[in-house]
């Protein structure tokens, strides 16, 4: 649009900088923050499901956290089978270590 000088945004990603061709100003951070999960003991032992359903956002909350540092390689390759296409893969010396 043009007719800002600058602008505050909450930043997880920077998709929205991205496409708006913004950057971020160096040292500009204005407020670090972070999210806490609070639950209703009495909702979670008599609602049904409740407790299950937070188990699970906090399961996946945990593997995210556990998979910072990883990283996910997805690649086409043809094989017979899996098992095929993963020897192939970690017969590579470049790419040994992955498992």
Do not use: W
Not at 70 to 86: C, D, I, K, L, P
């Amino acid at each position: 649009m043009g007719i800002a000088d600058a602008i505050l945004d909450l930043v997880s990603s920077g998709t929205t900088l991205k496409e708006n061709n913004l950057k971020e100003i160096e040292g500009g951070v204005v407020l670090e923050s972070q999210a806490a999960l609070v639950a209703s003991r009495k909702s979670l032992i008599g609602r049904k499901g409740v407790l299950e359903t937070t188990h699970e956002m906090l399961e996946r909350l945990e593997a995210h956290l556990r998979a910072t540092g990883q990283f996910t390689v997805t690649a086409n390759m043809r094989g017979s089978s899996a098992e095929e296409v993963a020897e192939r893969v970690l017969s590579q010396p470049s790419l040994s270590g992955l498992q």
